[in-house]
């Protein structure tokens, strides 16, 4: 872990999670490449090969669990950071900061659904409500209308509502407990958000729309990573498991990769309460591998391209489904969405096209915002 000083203040660098971010995006966007609009690929998509491919593809909105323990361990070790520099946390510096980081992007794509998109030639009005998506509730939007609206780039905000959410929960708690101000007792807070969340999902076992999409199941992703944050700063006697032998760590990684992927016939009826709880485990042991361990067979931003790729994930999660809508257009046009030339074309083009423009946005948009952040230190 590095420091960067900005205002006095040593902000925490953790090596290979840019690379971790850039993985996750990747991980969306290749399940709605394969997911969004599918109809258009016609008897291309019942293709026995094709079919199996779509199995490991489809658990690619995992990549969202990814993003929610990753929050969960930077937010915490950003809250603790500051408590020990400054004796105690600013709510109101503390939400200036994530409003930068999370908001410009995010009213982007709602202007973008609500005014742009429905006066183009091709669009149409979605039934969402701009109430809602305004509010960061656009996550309960999912389990009111669901897929009934074909707006689906839409639905990509649902997971930075909950972001938003978190964000929102922790200033109020910040305010209202001393103990948090000075970051204390984080821990207390994060098991008891993992029981509650245990348990609404084993309340709500049997509608997997309230399982995917309701904030209370989803949130033992950000105590796991928030818990994680905690103990590696505090308790150092889980440094000690950063020495386990590559072997280990590769078998860790298949396992729990493995079980994934058959997560559907694994966790069944009543083990669906268990079920995020696992992929938030396993996500927060391949964080503390990637920053701790020093027998890893790969480091994230190692990988060629993936450290800068890291730092538009945002844009790249954010833009993807608009991209790909637009690219399915062409791919019609020309008649070429039966074959898998035409599918191979459009995930090129989608992924490219997605890159350049979240780079654009990066440095005209993003990053003239995020300078700002200093003055929130």
Not at 135 to 151: A, R
Not at 326 to 333: E, K
Not at 342 to 347: P, S
Request: aromatic share 20%; glycine share 6%; proline share 2%.
């Amino acid at each position: 872990m590095e420091k960067k000083k900005t205002n006095n203040l040593s902000i925490p660098f953790y090596n290979n999670l840019n690379g971790l971010r850039f993985i996750g995006a990747l991980l969306v966007f290749i399940f709605h490449s394969f997911t969004l609009n599918r109809e258009i690929w016609g008897t291309f998509f019942s293709n026995e090969i094709f079919l199996k491919i779509f199995k490991i593809a489809s658990k690619g909105h995992y990549g969202v669990s990814l993003f929610f323990v990753l929050s969960g361990f930077l937010i915490t070790s950003l809250l603790i950071n500051e408590a020990k520099q400054k004796e105690k946390i600013n709510p109101y510096n503390f939400f200036m900061r994530r409003l930068l980081r999370i908001w410009p992007l995010y009213f982007i794509i709602i202007i973008f659904g609500f005014f742009i998109f429905p006066v183009l030639p091709t669009g149409f009005e979605t039934q969402n409500s701009l109430l809602n998506y305004s509010l960061f509730i656009s996550n309960f939007e999912e389990l009111w209308i669901g897929w009934q609206d074909s707006l689906n780039f839409l639905t990509i905000t649902w997971s930075v509502s909950i972001e938003e959410q978190f964000y929102i929960t922790w200033v109020a708690l910040i305010i209202l407990i001393p103990a948090f101000k000075k970051g204390k007792n984080y821990h207390f807070y994060f098991i008891i958000l993992i029981i509650i969340s245990v348990i609404f999902r084993l309340l709500n076992y049997s509608d997997e729309r309230v399982i995917y999409y309701h904030t209370l199941s989803v949130m033992s992703d950000f105590a796991i990573g928030g818990l994680l944050s905690y103990l590696t700063i505090n308790k150092k006697w889980l440094l000690a498991l950063c020495k386990i032998s590559k072997t280990k760590i590769l078998i860790t990684y298949i396992l729990g990769g493995t079980l994934i992927i058959f997560s559907k016939n694994i966790f069944e009826n009543h083990l669906i309460c268990i079920k995020q709880l696992f992929i938030g485990l396993y996500f927060g042991f391949i964080i503390f591998e990637q920053i701790y361990c020093e027998n890893s067979f790969y480091k994230a931003d190692n990988i060629y391209g993936f450290f800068k790729l890291g730092n538009i994930s945002y844009g790249i999660y954010m833009y993807h489904c608009i991209i790909i809508y637009f690219v399915q257009q062409i791919i019609i046009n020309y008649n070429i969405q039966n074959s898998i030339f035409g599918f191979l074309l459009f995930i090129l083009l989608s992924g490219y096209i997605t890159i350049i423009i979240s780079r654009l946005s990066y440095r005209y948009i993003e990053k003239p915002i995020l300078d700002l952040k200093k003055n929130f230190r």
